[in-house]
T-cell receptor, first 115, second 117 residues
Framework: AQSVTQPDIHITVSEGASLELRCNYS??????LFWYVQSPGQGLQLLLK??????LVQGIKGFEAEFKRSQSSFNLRKPSVHWSDAAEYFC?????????????FGTGTRLQVTL | DAGVTQSPTHLIKTRGQQVTLRCSPK?????VSWYQQALGQGPQFIFQ???????QRGNFPDRFSGHQFPNYSSELNVNALLLGDSALYLC????????????????FGAGSRLTVL
């Protein structure tokens, strides 16, 4: 069974500082990997995804993530955080089933940005 | 282009009642998945519908059932509500027939927040 661990429940960074959110997954092969962001009272918005190929993927809003197979990790990074980035961030893993797979989400990391 | 729309946005029910939540997928999408997000938790997969049939199911009891209509819209039904069913219910759609990678790009709605008293 697939699983996702987000070790950091809550992170606070200053505006303009760099950010790294950690994600570790458990899956028998190379999974699909995703990062979603959720603002209060909203649904989930896809930031970026990894299916195959280049292990460094670029997403929206200046985010990027790196897939490291040896560490079973898919950490999310941003070089300079903006106050509008404050939200809940979820890492998710999907099985390669040949069709639309079910996603398994982590418990999320809440990002607070101080001015 | 409208994304995924869900209704109602909020509702309150009492234990033992039944509830129906509705979802209209994004234009061009034919696969609908439902997720339950309890407070402070990540979303959990309930089930997925494609071509009006349940294709995958998560670890949820039979009290949770669904339906997909010919226009690809979907309903989630929960019977005999328990306090623990209080959550945000998210619908996600994807273009299931557009290859493996396309099928896995989900678009989520804003959710229906259910409170069970």
């Amino acid at each position: 069974a697939q699983s996702v661990t987000q070790p950091d429940i809550h992170i606070t960074v200053s505006e303009g500082a760099s950010l790294e959110l950690r994600c570790n997954y458990s899956y028998g092969a190379t999974p699909y990997l995703f990062w979603y962001v959720q603002s209060p009272g909203q649904g989930l918005q896809l930031l970026l995804k990894y299916f195959s190929g280049d292990t460094l993927v670029q997403g929206i809003k200046g985010f990027e993530a790196e897939f490291k197979r040896s560490q079973s990790s898919f950490n999310l990074r941003k070089p300079s955080v903006h106050w509008s980035d404050a939200a809940e961030y979820f890492c998710a893993v999907g099985a390669r089933t040949g069709t639309a797979s079910k996603l398994t989400f982590g418990t999320g990391t809440r990002l607070q940005v101080t001015l | 282009d409208a994304g995924v729309t869900q209704s109602p946005t909020h509702l309150i029910k009492t234990r033992g009642q039944q509830v129906t939540l509705r979802c209209s997928p994004k234009s061009g999408h034919d696969t609908v998945s439902w997720y339950q997000q309890a407070l402070g938790q990540g979303p959990q997969f309930i089930f997925q519908y494609y071509e009006e049939e349940e294709r995958q199911r998560g670890n949820f009891p039979d009290r949770f059932s669904g339906h997909q209509f010919p226009n690809y819209s979907s309903e989630l039904n929960v019977n005999a509500l328990l306090l623990g069913d209080s959550a945000l219910y998210l619908c996600a759609s994807s273009p299931g027939g557009r290859g493996e990678t396309g099928a896995n790009v989900l678009t989520f709605g804003a959710g229906s927040r259910l409170t069970v008293l």
